[in-house]
């Protein structure tokens, strides 16, 4: 930020009186630009057939991590809740019809200013097809899923919350909700 | 916002290319400036003595809602976890030194773009005093809540939650974790 978005008067970076980190502050219209974290919001769309359990994942066509596979998800827009910018990203990315469930996982990855959640959902068919953001949609089973393709360390800590309680509803279990803080670069290939 | 803030040219609204929503647009240095809910993060701080539980409650030295009361809650600010601003929210406005807990709820209000989240919190002891931006911080007892003087929805919201998941914990529950959209106006007495 090097301009005042209200008067185009260059920014300062500057600690206001009161407040206690610097701000990109407005010396002539007294603007003070509050820059917080983002919320990158998806689902987990599941088909279960005959005992089978198989998860959707879109392969990006965008950068970053261009051609990695992801959960769909994307930033949260004003004007929506939580619920339905997982809606809109598993529509948009995946072109996925979904019954949304119950929020699943809140991942802080704090060094990137973000907080990402995954919420349960239901495929309601399997008539998907790839939005402008996925070069492809396809559908994983467990041993199937390309642990080592995966876009963000989020999806993969997701994903892992999700098998340990699909093990754990053998023994009469149910979804949980999780959280955990992701500290590594979120483009590190693991 | 009226002018870029990478460049100072007036900006536009409009549609940009591969988008399906209004933007403001620098049409001169074609940076597209994105405008994201933002995150409220706090807790709710008790305290519990021969069975008996109190709240921490805030009273607004603020606008909006000033004199009014809060839990400990504020903006998430960047390269900060929501646990981490959970608990720089109640030393700033309580003073409190505090144990947190798992997270609690989480609260859409979608009309002026915010998601509101709540952690549980313990008291590791009774020497609290308002911040700068308290007018005032006491311990209120269940039957004490000022229910009609409370700030915002969400935090009335948030107590009904916890106090119906203290009545059930005599039955041998748990807190769980709840979520729900505010749909009411956030300054609406209620």
């Known amino acids: 930020m090097k301009f005042c978005s209200e008067c185009a008067h260059p920014v300062e970076l500057m600690v206001p009186a009161g407040d206690n980190r610097p701000r990109y502050v407005c010396v002539h219209c007294e603007t003070i630009h509050y820059q917080n974290p983002k919320m990158v919001i998806g689902s987990i769309p599941v088909w279960e057939c005959d005992g089978e359990l198989q998860v959707l994942l879109c392969k990006r066509a965008i950068e970053p991590r261009y051609g990695y596979w992801t959960l769909p998800a994307g930033f949260m827009e004003n004007n929506e809740t939580t619920a339905d910018a ?15 469930g119950d929020l699943f996982a809140l991942l802080n990855v704090a060094h990137v200013h973000q907080v990402h959640m995954f919420y349960l959902a239901t495929l309601r068919d399997l008539d998907f097809a790839p939005g402008e953001e996925s070069l492809d949609v396809q559908m994983f089973r467990e041993r199937e899923i390309p642990w080592d393709e995966l876009a963000f360390p989020t999806i993969r800590t997701t994903l892992e919350f999700f098998f340990a309680d699909r093990a754990r509803m053998r023994a009469g279990g149910g979804y949980g909700f ?7 670069p979120m483009r590190v290939d693991s």
Chains 1, 2 share one sequence.
Request: without cysteine; aromatic residues 0%.
């Open 86 to 100: 997982a809606r809109r990203e598993t529509e948009e990315e995946a072109g996925a019809n979904i019954e949304l």
């Open 178 to 184: 999780h959280t955990q803080d992701i500290t590594r």
